[in-house]
């Protein structure tokens, strides 16, 4: 079975930074691109940015240049999403996602999700 | 960034209703528009990308349709399992965005 296993809550203080791990089985991790979605509690959904598994580029949302990377490691098939400078703002759950509708190809249609990192940002 | 307005925003709706949800683009976005069906503790389920091709395994009742700024999920037969949060994203110009939501409870 596909998936997308993310890595446990956490908790951070203001001005910490967080890193979350997704690690894909049972499918060739190379052939689709990993996205970032996050969801503040009680609202919508954020796109946060994207790596190419193959060359590992990425692209983020403006909103977050400066503090996000989002970076992999293909002998574990990995995925990693890091975001500095935290405030409360960046309590959400953060979600992995495969864009899963074609092979090595950027289409935005995310079919397998993790189930979801929370981080909570409090002092 | 563009922007995504669906409405209604909540809808209550009984068993073989016919339900249309709309979501409206602050610019032409071709026909880069997906849908997903949301319910609480759980991740966004894919239903519908490039506006109307249905995702494997999606049930038919569900259909998308659309382009430029306005596109429309209808789903024709409601099931009991269909209750949940319905989002509209759009592809076209990175930052990728999505809609606010529309809420399906059944009366």
């Known amino acids: 079975q596909i998936r997308l296993l993310q890595s446990g809550a956490d908790i951070k203080n203001p001005g910490a930074s967080m890193k979350v791990s997704c690690k894909a089985s049972e499918y060739t991790f190379t052939g689709y691109y990993i996205h970032w979605v996050r969801q503040a509690p009680g609202q919508g959904l954020e796109w946060m940015g994207w790596?190419?598994?193959?060359?590992?580029?990425?692209e983020y949302s403006q909103k977050f240049q400066g503090r996000v990377t989002v970076t992999m490691d293909m002998s574990i098939t990995t995925v990693y999403l890091e975001l500095s400078r935290l405030t409360s703002d960046d309590t959400a759950i953060y979600y992995c996602?495969?864009?899963?509708?074609?092979?090595?190809?950027?289409?935005?249609?995310?079919?397998?999700w993790g189930r979801g990192t929370t981080v909570t940002v409090s002092s | 960034d563009i922007q995504l307005t669906q409405s209604p925003s909540s809808l209550s709706a009984s068993v073989g209703d016919r339900v249309t949800i709309t979501c409206q683009a602050s610019h032409d976005i071709n026909y880069s528009l997906i849908w997903y069906k949301q319910i609480p503790g759980k991740p966004p389920k894919l239903l519908i990308y490039d506006a109307s091709n249905l995702e494997v395994a999606v049930p038919s009742r569900f259909s998308g349709s659309g382009s430029g700024t306005h596109f429309t999920l209808t789903i024709n037969g409601l099931q009991p399992e269909d209750f949940g949060t319905y989002y509209c994203q759009q592809y076209n110009t990175v930052p990728s965005t999505f809609g606010q939501g529309t809420r399906l409870d059944f009366k």
């Open positions: 790596i190419n598994p193959v060359s590992g580029d990425t």
């Open positions: 996602a495969r864009d899963g509708v074609e092979w090595q190809r950027l289409r935005w249609a995310l079919d397998v």
